[in-house]
């Protein structure tokens, strides 16, 4: 289960706080995988990010006992002045590796960069930059009970992209996933159940296609 108490995420603007989220007291059980759905705006990023730990609640907080993921995704979870190879390296000290030279080269076949996986990752484009920090996790048999990815799958060409659904799903059948992606079909393809996103709160709801017809019908009310 992953909960949230009394967690509001809000900004400072000119005009008082501008709320992402405000009073949300919910549980989502994480046995199934999940889907998040909201219009644009709505705090789907920024939900990824706290869950993951590369944000944080501006009030309440967000607990869990389950081994989650950094978020995979455009911006992916990189140092930028370290080179690709670098944070590869990093990371694979951190995770118990003495030699990391296998990871490294597992890490930059799947990620084909070429040159540039010995550069600063801050010269990076965002398809080079989620590239390597996908490979980055699934290179290693880490212990994950739960992978957060956001729009990850709208990076690289066709062929990247069957190679990256390939080898998620090869992750999936270990591991459940939290999902942001606004192609719909690959949601359903992935995800069990949903979140949905809107009014500065979250919905669970335990069927991907109650949430999606949901979402649907939220998305015309207010375009009528």
């Known amino acids: 289960m992953i909960h949230f108490?009394?967690?509001?995420?809000?900004?400072?603007?000119?005009?008082?706080?501008?709320?992402?989220?405000?009073?949300?007291?919910?549980?989502?059980?994480?046995?199934?995988?999940?889907?998040?759905?909201?219009?644009?705006?709505?705090?789907?990023?920024?939900?990824?990010?706290?869950?993951?730990?590369?944000?944080?609640?501006?009030?309440?907080?967000?607990?869990?006992?389950?081994?989650?993921?950094?978020?995979?995704?455009?911006?992916?979870?990189?140092?930028?002045?370290?080179?690709?190879?670098?944070?590869?390296?990093?990371?694979?000290?951190?995770?118990?590796?003495?030699?990391?030279?296998?990871?490294?080269?597992?890490?930059?076949e799947f990620a084909e960069i070429g040159q540039y996986f010995n550069e600063p990752v801050k010269t990076y484009s965002n398809g080079m930059r989620a590239r390597v920090a996908f490979g980055l996790t699934m290179a290693f048999d880490f212990d994950f009970d739960v992978l957060l990815i956001d729009e990850l799958n709208a990076v690289g060409d066709m062929a990247f992209r069957k190679k990256s659904e390939s080898l998620l799903k090869e992750k999936y059948k270990q591991t459940k996933l939290i999902m942001v992606n606004h192609n719909l079909p690959q949601l359903k393809m992935f995800c069990e159940s949903a979140i949905l996103l809107g009014n500065q709160t979250i919905q669970y709801i335990e069927s991907i296609d109650d949430a999606i017809e949901q979402y649907k019908s939220d998305s015309h009310a207010k375009s009528s």
């Not at 992916?76 to 296998?102: C, P, W």
């Open 5 to 108: 108490k009394n967690m509001c995420k809000y900004y400072p603007t000119s005009n008082g706080r501008s709320y992402v989220f405000k009073d949300v007291n919910l549980s989502i059980p994480m046995d199934k995988s999940v889907a998040v759905l909201g219009p644009n705006g709505a705090g789907k990023s920024t939900l990824i990010r706290m869950i993951g730990g590369a944000d944080i609640p501006s009030k309440g907080t967000i607990e869990t006992s389950l081994n989650i993921s950094w978020p995979l995704g455009l911006q992916g979870g990189l140092q930028g002045s370290m080179s690709g190879r670098e944070n590869v390296r990093f990371v694979a000290r951190i995770h118990g590796y003495k030699d990391t030279k296998m990871v490294e080269e597992k890490v930059a």
